[in-house]
C-alpha cells in the first residue's frame, strides 16, 4: 500500500510539472505567424511525408535531397494531421514531447537518486529553462532527439536495455547524432557485464566474456538498432518518388548510395553562418541562436524588438557547467554510479562536436544533453547532508526570477527596443 501511495505521488508530482509545462507550450503557439527558422524545412518535410510519403519539392514535383532521417518530421506531420498545415499544427508535436520530457526528467532523477526533493528539484529546473522551451515550441527536430535519448537513458537505468536500444534506433532516426550516444551507452553496458562478472566472483578473462556477452550485446545494440532505423524509411521503401529510390533495382543499395550522400553533405558543411557556434561557447551560451526577429508597432514604445532567441536560462547554464565540473572531480575520486552515467550520456552527445569545428554547428544543438547537464547540479545537491530544500528553494526562485525575466524572448513577445536590448547581457547574443 505504501509503495502503490509513493508511486501515486511521484505521478502526481511528474504530471503537475508536466502540465505546467504543456500550457507554457501551447499558449499562443501559432505565433509567431509563417515558418520560422528551420521550419521552412522540416515542416514542408512533414506535410509532404504526409501528402506524398516522401520528401517531393512542390514547385517542380521532383523529389527533394533531404539531410536528416524521417523520424522526427514524422512527429511533426501528426501534428499537421491533427490540426492542419498551420503554425500551431507543426509546432504541436514538439510541445507534446517537450513537455513529456519533464515528466522523463523527474522519473531519470528519482531512479538516480531516490529521492523526491531531488526529483522535484530536477523537474523545477528542465521547467524553467529557455532554450528547452524554445525547442518545445517550434518545428525542429532537436526536441525530438533529446526526448528518445531520455528515455533510453531512463530505460538504461532500469536494465530495460532492448528499449534502450529501441529509442536509441528511433533517436538515431531523427538525427544522426544520436548514434554517439548508442555508441557511448552500448560500451557501457559491457563495461556493467564485465564489472557484474567480477562482482559474483565469476573471474572470467576478457576473452571468456566476450565471447559470452559480446554477440549478445552486438545483437541488441548493434543488429536491433539498425532494423529500427532502417525500418523508420518505410515510406521511402514503399514509392518510387523518394530520392535516390530507384539508383538500384535492390533498395537496400539505393538507400545506402542515399546516406552516403548525406555524409558527404555533413562533413562538407562549412558554410559560414551568423549564429554558428563553436562549440566550446555551448554551454555557458557564448552564441545562442535567434529563430526570429522583426520589430512590430504598438509595444508601449517609439520603436519595439519580438524575437526569439534559442537561450538557455543563464544562472541556470553557467552553474550547471560549474557542477559539471566538479562531478568530474567526483567521479575521478569517487567513481560515484551517478556520476558516471551523467558523463557518459553527457560525453557522447557533446565530445564529438569537438573533433569536427569545421563544421557548421549551432549552441542549440546543446538540447540533445541538457537534461544531464542539468542533473549534475542535482547531483552536487544529493552530496550536501544539510539544508537541501532550503538550497533548493533559494536556488530555483533564483532561476525563476532569470527565467521570467528572459521569458519574453523565450516567447517572442513584442517588448519595447529598450527592454530587448536589456536583456543582450553580451555583444555575442545580438
Known sequence: MTTTLRISRDWVYALSFGLFGLALRLWNLDSPKGKIFDEIYYATNAESLLQKGVEIDSESGLAQFIVHPPTGKWLIASGIKLFGNNEFGWRFAAAIVGSISIILMYFTAKKLFNNKLLSVFAASLISLDGLHLVHSRI????????????????????????????????????????????????????????RKNRYLGLQFPIREMARRNLLFRFLQFGIFPVFIYIASWFSWF???????????????????????????????????????????????????????????????????SQEILALGTPILWWAATLALLVTIGYWVSKRDWQAEILLVVIGASYL??????ERTMFSFYAIAFEPFLLLTLVYLLSKVPKNQRRIALIFTAIVLVNFLYFLPIFLGLPITYNSWSDRMWFQSWI
Open 238 to 304: 514503399i514509392t518510387n518518388t523518394g530520392w535516390d529510390r530507384n539508383y538500384s533495382s535492390n533498395p537496400l543499395f539505393s538507400l545506402w548510395h542515399y546516406h552516403s550522400e548525406i555524409l558527404n553533405f555533413h562533413t562538407k558543411l562549412t558554410d559560414s553562418h551568423p549564429y554558428s557556434a563553436n562549440p566550446w561557447s555551448w554551454l555557458i551560451q557564448g552564441r545562442p541562436t535567434s529563430f526570429f526577429y522583426e520589430t512590430p508597432k504598438n509595444c508601449g514604445g517609439a520603436s519595439c
Open 352 to 357: 564529438p562536436w569537438f573533433a569536427i569545428q
Open 139 to 194: 518545428a525542429l527536430l532537436d526536441i525530438f532527439l533529446l526526448f528518445f535519448i531520455q528515455i533510453a537513458v531512463l530505460a538504461f537505468l532500469h536494465s530495460k536495455y532492448w528499449i534502450s536500444a529501441l529509442t536509441l534506433g528511433l533517436a538515431c532516426s531523427v538525427k544522426w547524432s544520436g548514434l554517439y550516444v548508442l555508441i557511448a551507452l552500448a560500451f557501457y553496458v559491457l563495461i556493467l557485464d564485465i
